[in-house]
């Protein structure tokens, strides 16, 4: 592949990076947001989960658009609502406000759907795998920035600075957080213009003449024969089109595909059912929970980043040496083991509070209605948060909880991190990229929009599910409990990927049609 169409992959692939900060950003603005606006655990976990259903929305429609007037349209309008949400989300006057400037940035995250579509098209089969990584690099890159950027405002705004002060970055601390994702979305938006439309598209559109012209300019090593090859094998697995869109859709169901749309939803739902976007976007809110103080918490925050991003380039070196299933089987077990970890570490908490440490909570609450609590153990944080609440009520809890938690707590702090920090790595080894790599790669070409948009939904949906439920998991059920949940998905998701996934490995992808057909229709993984 020549450097055009390398630096063309990476700027399609910037996309991965606004994503990855624009939705790990509010992992710094919980706690933030949460006491200036008093939000219950609902509406916490509707504000973290609002861009994703965003996400499930614009699911639904952006591949069907990328089919119908191509991949590059879709993407400028991707990035202008990327900058939308930015502004708007920094500016919003209260909570619902600020819900709709996150959800236009969830519309936005349709990049994910677009972006490996876009790479896989005009990328060589033999690195394939590896340009379609770069955009989960990205998004690993911009999760790790947000931690940065989060924690670097936050440590500004109780600097006492004079221009801190004057920028009201004191003050409005969680819309510096959200605004700064402007420049980056500014960036991208203004890149995309520089790139071609995908080649496989136009030669769907019959518009051989482009087409051609835009694979000798990306493969500029092939020789003429070559590029006339490739486009023979394009148009013999384009659709004629003559049913539209409603057509494409019920062929989706069709015997050829089915197996390929299951290996889909099977690996759609293991990404998020996990657990992922409770750690990414929780992350300081955990490790308070483990007892750490405020700004303790925003710093392990920033190790999730690093470990992302250094295991998701373990990942973009070996998924076209070694294949996507071992990736996805030793990531896997990697996650049942990490969240075990986390459950073990939780389960062994105990929580008590001294008169030492109500007494240092006098600004934080009324001490005096907490001393009921003194010299009390409580073997979970379901009890503890119970009996605050008791003598509390819930709006004060709510407002204190975190406090309360970290002055109270008795735990192995380490044990959490290390878990977290397990559960990261093995994930950005496998499912982070691995998924996308599959998603770009498993479905026909005249399908690959439409299809990646479905399974898209019911990705983005699961990851709405957790992301809105989690604050309450806590709540309810306790993070040793949650945590041990999401390990046993992890168990049956590994089950399932070594019994049905076969290898793609260094496969084009009109043979891995081929072989997903074969399958449908008379095999088994």
């Not at 007494?359 to 001490?367: E, F, I, M």
Request: aromatic residues 12%; charged residues 15%; contains cysteine.
């Amino acid at each position: 592949m020549g450097a055009y169409g390398l630096l063309c992959a990476v700027a399609v692939a910037l996309g991965g990076f606004v994503f990855g900060f624009d939705a790990s950003v509010i992992s710094g603005t919980v706690g933030l947001v949460s006491r200036d606006f008093v939000l219950d655990d609902w509406q916490v976990g509707f504000l973290v989960a609002s861009p994703t259903l965003g996400a499930v929305m614009a699911s639904l429609v952006a591949g069907t658009l990328a089919d119908v007037v191509g991949r590059k349209k879709v993407l400028i309008t991707i990035a202008f609502l990327y900058v939308l949400s930015a502004f708007a989300s920094a500016w919003a006057p209260g909570y619902a406000w600020l819900v709709l400037g996150r959800f236009i940035g969830g519309l936005a995250f349709a990049s994910l759907i677009l972006a490996p579509i876009y790479i896989a098209e005009i990328a060589p089969a033999d690195v394939r795998g590896r340009l379609v990584s770069i955009n989960q690099l990205n998004i690993v890159v911009g999760f790790s920035a947000a931690y940065f950027c989060n924690f670097a405002i936050l440590r500004l705004s109780a600097s006492g600075l004079d221009w801190v002060h004057a920028l009201g970055i004191d003050v409005h601390t969680w819309r510096w957080m959200l605004g700064a994702g402007s420049v980056p979305a500014v960036i991208y938006f203004v890149l995309l213009f520089f790139v071609p439309e995908s080649p496989r598209w136009l030669v769907m559109q019959r518009e051989d003449k482009r087409g051609r012209a835009v694979l000798a300019r990306l493969l500029p090593r092939l020789s003429n024969s070559e590029i006339e090859q490739q486009l023979v094998e394009i148009r013999a697995t384009a659709a004629s089109d003559e049913n539209g869109v409603t057509g494409r859709f019920w062929q989706l169901f069709g015997p050829k595909v089915r197996y390929a749309l299951l290996v889909g939803m099977i690996v759609g739902i293991a990404q998020q059912i996990t657990g992922v976007n409770a750690v990414y976007f929780y992350a300081p809110v955990i490790f308070e929970q483990s007892g750490v103080g405020t700004n303790a918490a925003f710093a392990q925050a920033i190790w999730v980043g690093v470990i992302n991003v250094l295991f998701t380039v373990v990942a973009m070196v070996f998924i076209d040496r070694w294949g996507r299933k071992p990736l996805l089987v030793v990531g896997l077990a990697g996650v049942f083991v990490s969240m075990s970890i986390c459950a073990w570490g939780f389960s062994q908490a105990r929580y008590q509070l001294s008169q030492e440490d109500i007494d240092g909570l006098a600004t934080v609450v009324d001490s005096q209605r907490l001393e009921p609590l003194v010299g009390q153990q409580f073997n979970s944080d379901v009890e503890f948060k119970q009996a605050m609440r008791e003598v509390l009520g819930d709006a004060e809890t709510r407002k204190a909880e975190s406090t309360l938690i970290q002055a109270a707590i008795q735990i192995n702090p380490m044990l959490v991190l290390l878990g977290i920090l397990g559960f990261v790595a093995s994930f950005a080894v496998s499912l982070g990229p691995v998924m996308w790599v599959l998603f770009s790669e498993i479905f026909p070409n005249r399908l690959r929009g439409l299809a990646i948009s479905f399974v898209g939904v019911i990705n983005s949906a699961v990851s709405f599910m957790v992301q809105l439920v989690f604050p309450r998991e806590l709540s309810l059920l306790g993070a040793a409990t949650t945590f041990l949940i999401y390990g046993l998905f992890a168990l049956l998701g590994l089950w399932l990927v070594l019994w049905l996934l076969p290898e793609t490995r260094q496969k084009s992808l009109e043979e891995i049609e081929a072989e997903f057909a074969r399958r449908a229709t008379g095999g088994r993984a």
